[in-house]
């Protein structure tokens, strides 16, 4: 038995634990990440791909506060595509096809080489815990060792408990290929008194490529784009691939394939009673695709490459738990896959987690200091979702063994807090996904100006590298120059330039180069980071008069996030609250009237009479001073 000392420890190996490992070990303390196998670091259990609706823009957020998940992604990406193109900037979305094996070694590379940071293979069994205090101040492994902590981040992912249903048969297991972890499921429940439940998520197949009839399906090819998700290029990351630009391919389920699971669905966990978990709505199963939605003769698939030295392929958007034997057969109902061949068969997979209820807006427990959770444990689903919030608790539990005040970042700042706001805030009864539409202020949270939304905080906050955050001010500075100029200069007719930018809707390529006197404003075409400035000036000349408007709504945000909420306030002896409300006041305990705003049930007039109460008592504490 041995024991060792650190500021931090981090608990797992997915997205959620490298990224708040990396962020504490930034903050500048010292960091131990404790997982149950080191070549599963960062592992792509499900899909090969970072990025998507709403998430692309969360990894933007995430490398502007310099996380390593969208350099990672770039140098490990043999696909990109940006989303919602036919839509406004404001929801247009980044996506990245990866080579999950690169990237999981690359990603596991970029820790080893991290100062402060610490990797040991283990299973956390237990925790250390100061009762006087209420401080978990530690974990212990299967070894007996002990991991003294100041602070310890859990992010355990579809660990706790974890069972995978094949059908009728099931097993322990964490994922495929990996053991579940009981033994600190039952210490959170029993001796830390946290509320659990149990969720449920989903893989599909893998198939063999030389099995599939490509030419019965339509071919999605990368977009033509200079872009990465990395606003900081690092050649530095390896290992790296060498073929960008691998296609996906799209095909159709069919009638058939859905009259074979209406017949099979005796054999389904979901609906023999065999799964207890709550599975996500906005990820179902093919299963629930085709019980819930009757009238569709058909469903969307694609076919996505594992890697590029893999002949492995994912199928998206089938989903299933049942038996192999019916996996296949119902694939051959599919064209193109008429003879496929299953490398590895898709299942469901249940697991505990934490109500996020348990939480406040830092990502730390309420009941107990120094225990901070992130990921699946808090009930998301997704990687992007899981490591951003990795990354906010590793830096606040950093933050807390250093004696620094919290960071809670808001909606109006960022994807990442209407994503942690949400959690705390709202009742979570199913796998939370993060979707554009969540967010009042979207218009202001673009994929294309996270850097200027975060990456200053992130520096004064210790977690953005010297060097990235000179490239961002070498950057910022030369969007301001460009964007004066573009201001100062007028054409014949009156307009300036920047009103001619407009005209373009916010499209880098509807400019005209014989409209605007591009050269005469000291643009040179020539250099990327130029091409950079004018994509994100053109954006910002569309939105300028939108985002005049959205500020006003902003402010009214912020004035009430000004009102914070005393932690030991007893809401039974505020005269005019519903018993309602003050049931939910009390379970989320909210921060601030901003938040107790955003509560479920909660009304307008409530929310005067909290504001009212709050102003009688700093009243009277300043009249006691």
Same mark, same amino acid.
């Given at each position: ?32 990440? +404790? ?49 919602? #193109? ?33 990797? #040991? ?48 048969? $099931? ?38 490529? $030389? ?53 099979? +669905? ?49 199928? $998206?958007?089938?989903?299933? &738990? ?39 807006? &830092? ?17 998301? &689903? ?48 199913? *796998? ?45 500075? #030369? ?52 091409? #950079?400035? +004018? ?39 505020? *005269?005019? +609250?519903? $018993? ?46």
């Amino acid at each position: 038995m041995q024991e060792e000392n650190y500021d931090v420890a981090v608990v797992g190996g997915g997205h959620a634990a490298v990224e708040a490992a990396l962020a504490a070990a930034r903050a500048g303390a010292k960091t131990l990440m +404790l997982t149950i196998n080191l070549d599963h670091i960062a592992q792509m259990s499900c899909n090969p791909c970072i990025g998507g609706i709403a998430k692309g823009i969360v990894v933007r957020e995430i490398d502007a506060m310099g996380g390593a998940m969208a350099a990672v992604a770039d140098a490990s990406r043999i696909q990109f595509r940006m989303l919602n #193109r036919t839509k406004g900037p404001a929801v247009w979305s980044p996506r990245e096809q990866c080579d999950k094996v690169c990237y999981q070694r690359a990603m596991k590379r970029v820790l080893e080489q991290t100062e402060n940071l610490t990797i #040991r293979q283990g299973m956390a069994m237990d925790f250390l815990v100061d009762e006087t205090s209420s401080a978990v101040c530690g974990v212990t492994d299967q070894f007996g060792n002990k991991f003294h902590a100041k602070a310890v981040v859990m992010a355990t992912g579809t660990f706790l408990h974890g069972k995978m249903h094949y059908g009728l048969q $099931n097993f322990a297991g964490g994922r495929a290929g990996d053991p579940p972890s009981c033994e600190i499921s039952v210490a959170l429940k029993d001796k830390l008194k946290l509320k659990m439940g149990r969720l449920k998520t989903g893989t599909p197949p893998r198939l063999i490529k $030389n099995s599939i009839d490509f030419s019965k399906m339509r071919v999605q090819e990368s977009d033509e784009s200079e872009e990465f998700f990395s606003c900081f290029p690092d050649d530095s990351i390896h290992p790296q691939t060498s073929n960008r630009n691998m296609p996906c391919h799209m095909t159709y389920t069919t009638a058939e394939t859905a009259e074979f699971v209406k017949a099979n +669905l005796d054999k389904a966990p979901m609906y023999n009673g065999l799964i207890e978990g709550i599975g996500t709505r906005y990820c179902p199963s093919f299963e629930d695709k085709v019980v819930r939605f009757p009238d569709h003769e058909r469903h969307l698939l694609y076919l996505e490459p594992e890697g590029e030295y893999t002949d492995e392929y994912y199928v $998206n958007g089938i989903s299933t &738990s049942l038996p192999p034997e019916i996996q296949t057969a119902m694939l051959h109902t599919v064209p193109g896959l008429e003879h496929a061949e299953i490398a590895r068969y898709a299942y469901a997979i249940e697991y505990d987690f934490v109500y996020p209820d348990e939480l406040n807006r &830092s990502l730390a427990i309420k009941k107990w200091k120094g225990l901070y959770h992130a990921g699946q444990i808090n009930g998301t &689903s997704g990687y992007e979702e899981a490591a951003v919030q990795g990354l906010i608790a590793g830096l606040n539990a950093a933050r807390y063994a250093q004696g620094k005040s919290q960071i809670e970042p808001g909606r109006d700042e960022a994807y990442t807090g209407v994503l942690i706001d949400d959690l705390v805030t709202k009742e979570i009864v199913e *796998p939370y996904r993060l979707f554009t539409s969540r967010a009042e202020y979207r218009l202001s949270l673009r994929q294309d100006n996270a850097d200027f939304r975060l990456s200053e905080k992130a520096y004064n906050w210790g977690i953005l590298p010297e060097y990235k955050y000179r490239q961002f001010k070498t950057y910022s500075d #030369r969007c301001a120059e460009l964007e004066e100029a573009f201001k100062a200069k007028h054409i014949p007719g009156g307009r300036s330039c920047w009103d001619l930018l407009k005209d373009c809707n916010g499209r880098f390529e509807a400019i005209d180069p014989a409209v605007i006197p591009l050269a005469d404003l000291g643009y040179n075409g020539e250099d990327p980071l130029e091409r #950079r400035v +004018l994509r994100q000036l053109v954006i910002r000349s569309h939105y300028e008069g939108y985002l005049r408007q959205e500020a006003i709504a902003v402010g009214h945000l912020r004035a009430l996030e000004s009102w914070q909420i005393p932690g030991e306030l007893d809401y039974s002896t505020i *005269p005019g +609250l519903r $018993n309602e409300s003050r049931m939910k006041l009390k379970k989320v305990m909210p921060g601030t009237l901003a938040q107790a705003s955003r509560i479920d049930g909660v009304t307008p007039a409530e929310i005067a009479l909290l504001q009212v109460h709050i102003a009688r008592l700093r009243k009277t504490q300043k009249d006691d001073v």
